[in-house]
């Protein structure tokens, strides 16, 4: 069976025991051990230069931890890394996941869906219909751009809510959403914590943010402390 965690294991779909890296000047972050619940929002709370967004990335299966253990949808990681990568997906990673300005929203949820097609299925031409079937549980009630939008028409938020909703195609099981701090305006910040709270309904969502958030009643807090050098 391709599904991980097929059998529908109970326990938590993220689990990481004393799990760190360290790089050519130090340790990134860690050791870290901590669990996290299928279907619910983590936000790991931690001050800048704590390793979070590589922290993310190993939790997706991008990026190799040095020690440590790690059990993710119920497989271990780096051991099964590549059928883990398979139900994860990320999005807001400066120069991982950025998009062309000169694009427009329908050459951008064209190329996503090419990608999650099989080889032998041709996919058409997005219109309007297509952009607001795989932006709606991401938008929520924010209006959704046009097919013809061009990104750099699109405000910062509804950047990310793009990019977001173009990782969600995949239906993967984990999502990771770096740094909450990318969106300047702290009642847009707020607004996209909300969607990303609805959006643990699909998918366990993670996230990290620098700066404590509001209550929120669908927000696992994982407070880091600076990475021991």
């Not at 529908?8 to 901590?34: C, K, M, Q, W």
């Not at 984990?174 to 996209?192: H, M, P, Y």
């Not at 366990?204 to 880091?224: G, K, M, N, W």
């Amino acid at each position: 069976m391709d599904d991980a965690r097929g059998d529908d294991t109970a326990g938590p779909i993220i689990s990481v025991n004393e799990l760190s890296l360290r790089g050519e000047r130090g340790t990134v972050y860690g050791p870290h051990t901590f669990d996290i619940e299928d279907r619910s929002l983590a936000v790991i709370q931690s001050p800048p230069g704590t390793g979070r967004t590589s922290l993310l990335l190993t939790l997706t299966a991008r990026m190799r931890p040095s020690s440590g253990s790690a059990t993710i949808l119920g497989l271990p990681y780096p051991k099964r890394g590549h059928r883990i990568r398979k139900h994860t997906a990320i999005a807001g990673f400066h120069t991982i996941d950025d998009l062309d300005d000169s694009l427009t929203v329908r050459d951008v949820l064209r190329e996503r869906a090419t990608w999650n097609a099989p080889w032998y299925r041709p996919v058409g031409r997005p219109g309007d219909a297509d952009v607001e079937q795989a932006c709606a549980p991401v938008f929520g009630e924010r209006p959704i751009p046009t097919a013809k939008t061009v990104l750099w028409d699109l405000s910062q938020l509804d950047r990310l809510l793009l990019k977001i909703s173009l990782s969600m195609m995949g239906s993967p099981r984990i999502l990771a959403v770096d740094d909450l701090g990318q969106i300047e305006d702290s009642t847009e910040r707020g607004f996209l914590v909300e969607r990303l709270a609805a959006l643990s309904e699909l998918a366990t969502v993670l996230t990290t943010s620098a700066d404590p958030l509001a209550d929120h009643p669908a927000v696992l807090r994982l407070e880091l402390a600076a990475s021991r050098h």
